[in-house]
Structures are given as structure tokens and as C-alpha cells.
């Protein structure tokens, strides 16, 4: 029997879909026997609950983190491993990079505003690591947006399209987010007692 592992997942803590309960639920279904949940700029998912969870399912956890970083006007993101998820400035940092996302939110919807989109801040100021992502899709998913979209982009776009379009560094909606160097990323998961690496490398 083949058991799988998965170090890149991410929880409703950020832009996934389940909570970390249900990680551990469908991480057995799977099959998958060692996970480590890596949410965007936030260690939250993790507390006594959920490591006592996990063990009583036979699932073992990985401390992670996936930390968005800014480099020479490049987004990189560093995953960190293994840290401790009680490091006092560890959480200090994770936890100004996650109000940095929220001030992001309030500028970037001024800015779709005045592009005749339609933003539900309410509901997004509610996740706690809000991103890009959950912004793109709030948008293309209101009917309220469908004929601004369709003027902007002839057709319904997808959430990367209207990221890389309308959001993205040089675009119309663009905000500069108060970030982190890649460097200094490296420098806090390593204090904390982890192991960084590259989370997107490509060819």
C-alpha cells in the first residue's frame, strides 16, 4: 500500500477551502500520511487541538508556512518547515504581514471601485489572511460585475486573468503591499528553528 505526502497545503486560515480538521479528514481518505498545512502568512491552523486531531487519525503534521516576499519588484514566495509555531517573533512578524494584507484589501477595492467593480469588503475583511486571490474571485463571481467584466474582457475572465490584468504590478487596481525581502523570510524561519526553501521554483 502506497502512503502519499503533501507539503503545500493551504486551509481555510488562507485561500483554501477546508479547515484543518477537515485537511486531516481528507488527508486519510487519500491515503496521505504526512501534510503540512503551509497557509499564507499566518500559523494560525496550528494549536493542541489539531496535533491531538491528527494523531488520533494516524496523520502526522509538518509545521509550515508559506511567507510572501517582495524582491526587485518580484513576488517570491519562501515556505518555511519545522519552525516553532510559538516563536514569539516569528508570530510578531506573520502577524504585521496579515494586517498588511487587510490594509491592502481596504486600497485595492477603493481602486476597483473607481473601476465600476463591485468588492464585498465586509465579508473579505473577515478571512484572516486575505490575498489576491480571494479578492479576484469575489469579484468575477458578483453579478454585479458581470457587465464590467464583459466590457472589460469580452467574456468572464478567470481568476489569474483578471489578477494578471487588472491587479497585478502596472495595472489599473495595482497597491503596493507592504512585504518582506526573501532574505529576511529565510532569517525569520531559520531563527524560529526551520528550514526555508523556494515555493514556486520553475525552470
Known amino acids: 500500500m502506497k502512503n502519499y505526502i503533501d507539503l503545500h497545503i493551504h486551509s481555510n486560515f ?9 485537511i486531516i479528514d481528507e488527508a486519510l481518505q ?10 499564507h502568512d499566518t ?13 488520533s487519525k494516524n496523520i502526522k503534521i509538518i509545521n509550515a508556512v508559506e511567507v510572501s516576499t517582495k524582491i526587485n519588484k518580484c513576488g517570491i514566495h519562501v515556505l518555511g518547515y519545522n519552525f516553532d509555531v510559538k516563536n514569539p517573533i516569528l ?8 494586517n498588511a ?5 481596504y486600497n485595492v477595492a477603493k481602486k476597483l471601485d473607481e473601476l465600476s467593480f463591485y468588492v464585498n469588503v465586509d465579508e473579505l475583511d473577515k478571512i484572516k489572511s486575505v490575498t489576491k486571490a480571494h479578492i ?3 469579484v468575477i463571481n458578483n453579478i454585479n460585475n458581470k457587465g464590467t467584466l464583459i466590457k ?20 489599473p487596481a495595482y497597491v503596493k503591499k507592504e512585504t518582506i525581502t526573501p532574505k529576511e523570510a529565510v532569517s525569520l524561519i531559520k ?12 525552470a
Open 136 to 138: 479576484a474571485l469575489d
Open 14 to 22: 488562507s485561500d483554501g477551502t477546508l479547515s484543518p480538521k477537515e
Open 101 to 105: 494584507r487587510h490594509d491592502y484589501l
Open 152 to 171: 472589460t474582457f469580452n467574456h468572464i475572465p478567470t481568476k489569474g486573468e483578471f489578477i494578471e490584468t487588472i491587479m497585478n504590478e502596472g495595472c
Open 30 to 39: 487519500n491515503k496521505v500520511k504526512t501534510i503540512a498545512i503551509a497557509d
Open 191 to 202: 531563527e524560529a528553528g526551520g528550514k526555508a526553501i523556494l515555493a514556486h521554483p520553475v
Open 43 to 55: 500559523i494560525d491552523a496550528y494549536n493542541d487541538e489539531l496535533y491531538e486531531y491528527a494523531k
Open 91 to 98: 508570530k510578531e512578524k506573520l502577524s504585521k504581514l496579515r
